[in-house]
């Protein structure tokens, strides 16, 4: 591999100490923990830009963000500053009947951004837990109104909407699901927006976006509308590599949940606060939903902080009446993280991220896309800073690995492979195997030669190997 991790300084940290410590106390989330029994855990000690460092010193390029999350860069002192300074004037004080200024200030803000009359916002710590609002919102603002059966939701093959019990059953990946059923029931699924591995239309984009929008409104037809709530999407579909809707799919399933009184959620965890170049992702494809949910870029990842963004319509049976939401946080809308939110977004703003990611995407996409030559490399799909790039054994016929040949070709060796050649990101197979990335926003042409030149050492390597 012609790329290798830089090492920047002398750590102070003794590094085989935290690893021993780690390997016996600390339990990492979706982690395989037996693979460190005879390895060192990879531990991260700073970041700096688009770049973090190991424990020993070493330099890499931050491919993922984190996890999809650090849109402004790691090390940004004016968001520390901004918790610093929160934190002495109100360091806590829950959302339970009463408020505070930084959520009362950021609940405005998000309401000006959000389209349409999305002005109601519900604050959580994070995706999932917004996710899981939405849901039990939808539920009791049907039998509200008056319709209490509807209750069902319909969401996307393979789709990842977080952990929680509701949050997982909408959840599309049988793998994540299997350990922790039985699950909330009521949650169905439809077809994704693959159009690489298209069951149907594979050769017309506008017959496939009619069909995949269409596939929901049979899920929901095959219920019952009066038993359906609502749909759950994501602008741009993360797990199973990055799936961005065709021309027109939006405003078809717009019509069809209209037409069938079905809450339409755009689960922008992921896509929103610019990942797509725009704050919200609905914005970019044409639609407006009844909810968003959305968390992780919202603060950069300085601190956590996620939010259900509800319509005025969706809200008025809750502001009218004696009706309450018996839902909520100890953390939600925490003053601290709040108070980082509004730092960020006064950061997007004064520093124009969204327009940046607008002005880049055709180069980053173009970037990626030389690595098509590669043998291994079947498509290369995304919006924005967000791309999925799949691999597969044969490119003529989209051939994939088997479960087997996956294992060894992710974990046994891509995903050490790239961390060692200097680029942190995913090698992810919830679905047919890909590579993601999601840079922090930051990031230029400099960087995505740096992100081609990795992945094409590495994938060649893996070739090779195969």
Known sequence: MTTTPVETSSPSFDADALSATARDHLWM??????SYADSAVPTIVRGEG????DSHGRSYLDGLAGLFVVQAGHGREELARAAYEQAKELAFFPLWSYAHPPAIELADRLASYAPGDLNKVFFTTGGGEAVETAWKLAKQYYKLVGKPMKHKVVSRHIAYHGTPQGALSITGIPDAKKWFEPLVPGAHKAANTNFYRAPEHGDDLEAFARWAAEDIERAIVMEGPDTVAAVFVEPVQNSGGCFPPPPGYFQRLRDICDRHDVLLVSDETICAFGRLGTIFACDKFGYVPDIITCAKGL???YSPIGAAIVSDRVAEPFWTG???FPHGYTFGG??????????????????????HVLQNEGAFRATLEKLTDLPIVGDVRGDGYFYGIELVKDKATKETFDADESERLLRGFLSRALFEAGLYCRADDRGDPVVQLAPPLIVGQREFDEIESVLRSVLTEAWARL
């Open 50 to 53: 688009a770049r973090i460092f």
């Open 322 to 324: 004696g009706a309450s």
């Open 29 to 34: 989330h979706f982690t395989r923990m037996s």
């Open 334 to 355: 925490h003053p601290v993280s709040a108070a980082v939110a509004m730092a960020n977004l006064d950061l997007f703003e004064r520093e124009q991220l969204p327009q």
């Open 299 to 301: 603060t950069s990842g």
